[in-house]
């Protein structure tokens, strides 16, 4: 592989992406396997903003309110997603969005809708 195929933020986004994807630490955060950091154990963060960030969602994601500059994904202050929306894609996933099922709660993956669908309509 090239040296310089991905570089600065872009790199930043790929590392976050696969770290979430393999339940590894990501960048500012904790590990994103259920049952520690992000995920769905005994005493598991429902804070929103947390979550976002300790499931490396801003790794691939725009969120003005996170601090998140991601461009895998949508931006999601653009896209304004409902609550609803963000559910159904956080729990199933979409094209290169993996599904967050395995590794966040049914409270984290509602807590997280929330706050995006909230932040990103500020």
Known sequence: MPADLVTGGDADAVASYVAAVAGKPVKGGAAAGKGEGAGGGAGASTDGKGIFGS??????????????????????????????????RVTKG?????????????????????????????
């Not at 967050?100 to 809708?113: G, K, N, R, T």
């Open 94 to 122: 979409k094209g290169v969005m993996p599904s967050f099922a395995d590794e966040l709660s049914e409270a984290q993956i509602q807590a997280v809708a929330e706050y995006v669908s909230k932040a990103a309509s500020r």
């Open 55 to 88: 499931a490396g969602c801003g790794g691939c994601h725009t969120l003005a309110d996170a601090g998140s500059q991601g461009n895998v994904g949508p931006n999601l202050d653009e896209a304004k997603p409902s609550v609803e929306l963000a559910v159904e």
